[in-house]
C-alpha cells in the first residue's frame, strides 16, 4: 500500500499552513464565530483562507507580542490586503483571502480579498485606491486587482463546492480554508513524484483539501480534510506503535510496518521501471550482503527520527539525504536471529564506507612506469564498540560521516549520528508532562524549520485516519 507516501505528501503541503497557523497562536479561552466569508468568494476560487481579526484575545496577543503581530501584517500585505485599510484596524472584523488559478502556464494568478467590516463596507473606497470592489452585503465587501473576480461576484456565481459537514466546522472554527487539488500553496516543487503517486494511486473523492484550527485548552488543533480514499480492505485500523516521544531540535516519525518494502520503492519511482531482482543482486555482491535479510526491518512497527543539520525552510527537505541525520529506532524482528542481522548490518556499513572513502594505492607497470588506482578497501573500516545504557553502540566513523547501530536485548537502533542515537536514547523515556497525546503518529520541534512559531509553539503533533471517502490529518499544536 501507498498510505505512506500521502502521509508524507501532506506533511509537505502541510509546511504551508503552519506558517500562518504560527500568528494565529494566541491563548484564547473565547473567541467569536463568525467564519462564513467563503461563501463570498468567487465560485473558480482555488485557495481560500478566513481568519477573525476582530477576537478580543487576538487584539490583546497582538498588543503584546510584537513578532506575530509583524507576522500576521506581512502574511496580509505580502498577499496584497490594502496596506490603508490594514492601518485603519478598527474599520476590520473579518478577512478572507481568495486565489484563482490562471487558466494558462505564465499567467498571473487572479486573487483578492472579501472583507467584513463594522460598518458600512460601500465606505471603504477611501482605503481602496488601485482596487476594484462591489459589495456583497451591507458590511462585505470584496476586492481585487483585477475586474473578472469582482464581476463574478457582481453576477452572484459565488463559491459553492464545501459540504455540508465543512460548512459546519467552519461555523466553530478559530481559522479555515481549503485549496484545490491541482494548486499548491507555498513555494512546492510541484513536479515532485509524490504529488503524481496521490492521484495515481488514491481515489479522489472531492476536488478540494479543507483546513481548519479550533481551540483546545493547552493547545491548538490544526483538522485537514484530504479527498483521497482507500479501499475498505486496505484500511488499517490498529497502530502497533505507540508512546511518541519528543526529541528537540527534531521530527520524530510513528510508522506503522510498510509492509513489501519494494511496493513503496516502486511508488516512489513511477517514472521507470526498477527490476527487483538485478538490483538486489547488485547491492549483495556490492556489499557482500544478503538486502532481503534487512528487509525484515522496516516490515514491522519503527520509529524514524529526522534531524535537519540545518534550518529547513519546508518539510519536504526533511526528507533529502545529505542535510539530516537519522535514527531508525526499531527492534529485532520476531522470530529473525538477531547475530544474523547484525552481522549484515556491519557488512554493509564497513562496505558502504569502503565505497564512500575509497583509499589511492600506487601500482608499478610491468614497463616500469607506475599509476594509482582506487580501491575500496573495506578491511580498514572496524566498527567501535561503546557501552551505553543496556545496551552497546557499534559505529564507524570518517571524517564528518558516522553510521553505526545500537543493539539492546531486542532492541535494535540503526544511525548516521552518534550524537542523535543517544539523545533519542535518553529523551525517549522521558516524562513530558505537556505532551497530552502520546499515541501521534508524528511529533515534531518546529524549532527545525527555523520559523518564528516556535516562539509560540513548543511542538507539533500529527495523526493520520484513513476512511474511504477521505484522509484526514489531525495536528495538535502545543503552545509553550
Same mark, same amino acid.
Given at each position: ?77 505580502? *498577499? ?203 547491492? *549483495? ?196
Amino acid at each position: 500500500m501507498k498510505q505512506h507516501w500521502l502521509k508524507i505528501y501532506i506533511l509537505i503541503v502541510g509546511s504551508a499552513i503552519f506558517v500562518l497557523v504560527g500568528v494565529l497562536w494566541f491563548g484564547i479561552s473565547n473567541y467569536t464565530r463568525a467564519g462564513k466569508l467563503w461563501q463570498y468568494a468567487p465560485r473558480e476560487t482555488d485557495f481560500f483562507v478566513e481568519i477573525n481579526l476582530a477576537d478580543k484575545n487576538l487584539v490583546d496577543f497582538l498588543q503584546q507580542n510584537r513578532t506575530a503581530k509583524d507576522m500576521l501584517e506581512k502574511f496580509l500585505l505580502d *498577499n496584497d490586503l490594502p496596506a490603508e485599510l490594514w492601518k485603519s484596524e478598527n474599520e476590520l472584523i473579518e478577512v478572507g483571502m481568495f486565489i484563482i488559478k490562471a487558466d494558462k502556464e505564465g499567467e498571473k494568478n487572479k486573487s483578492g480579498w472579501i472583507i467584513r467590516t463594522r460598518g458600512d463596507a460601500g465606505q471603504l473606497g477611501v482605503y481602496l485606491g488601485g482596487y476594484y470592489y462591489t459589495t456583497a452585503k451591507a458590511n462585505i465587501a470584496v476586492i481585487s486587482r483585477e475586474k473578472e473576480p469582482i464581476r463574478e461576484i457582481e453576477n452572484k456565481n459565488f463559491f459553492n463546492k464545501m459540504s455540508r459537514d465543512q460548512e459546519k466546522r467552519m461555523k466553530g472554527s478559530l481559522a479555515g480554508g481549503f485549496w484545490d487539488l491541482d494548486f499548491w500553496p507555498g513555494n512546492l516543487d510541484v513536479a515532485w513524484p509524490l504529488k503524481n503517486i496521490v492521484k495515481a494511486n488514491f481515489k479522489i473523492t472531492r476536488e478540494a483539501v479543507f483546513w481548519q484550527i479550533t481551540k483546545r485548552e493547552e493547545s491548538f488543533d490544526l483538522f485537514l480534510e484530504w479527498p483521497a480514499g482507500v479501499e475498505k480492505q486496505k484500511i488499517e485500523a490498529v497502530k502497533t506503535n505507540k508512546d511518541v516521544y519528543f526529541i528537540e531540535g527534531a521530527m520524530v516519525l510513528n510508522i506503522w510496518e510498510l509492509g513489501d518494502i519494494w511496493e513503496k520503492i516502486a511508488a516512489g519511482n513511477i517514472d521507470q521501471y526498477l527490476d527487483r531482482a538485478a538490483i538486489e543482486e547488485y547491492l *549483495n555482491n556490492k556489499y557482500k550482503i544478503r538486502v532481503d535479510r534487512l528487509y525484515t526491518i522496516f516490515e514491522q512497527p519503527f520509529f524514524l527520527v529526522v534531524q535537519p543539520t540545518q534550518k529547513s525552510d519546508g518539510l519536504y527537505k526533511n526528507y533529502q539525504s545529505g542535510i539530516n541525520h537519522y535514527v531508525l529506532d526499531a527492534s529485532v524482528p520476531s522470530g529473525q536471529d538477531g547475530g544474523v542481522i547484525i552481522s549484515e548490518l556491519e557488512s554493509f556499513m564497513r562496505n558502504y564506507m569502503a565505497y564512500k572513502f575509497p583509499e589511492k594505492r600506487l601500482k608499478v607497470l610491468p614497463d616500469k612506469t607506475s599509476g594509482y588506482e582506487v580501491v575500496a578497501n573495506s578491511d580498514k573500516f572496524l566498527l567501535a564498540t561503546e557501552k551505553y545504557g543496556e545496551g552497546d553502540l557499534r559505529y564507524i566513523r570518517k571524517d564528518n560521516f558516522e553510521a553505526g547501530y545500537y543493539l539492546s536485548d531486542k532492541k535494535l537502533m540503526i544511525f548516521d549520528s552518534v550524537e542523535l542515537a543517544k539523545s533519542v536514547l535518553d529523551n525517549k523515556n522521558r516524562e513530558v508532562p505537556w505532551l497530552v497525546d502520546r499515541n501521534s503518529e508524528c511529533l515534531l520541534d518546529p524549532n527545525i524549520f527555523g520559523w518564528q512559531i516556535a516562539d509560540f509553539i513548543r511542538a507539533v503533533g500529527m495523526d493520520f485516519e484513513w476512511g474511504v471517502e477521505s484522509f484526514n490529518v489531525r495536528a495538535t499544536l502545543y503552545n509553550k
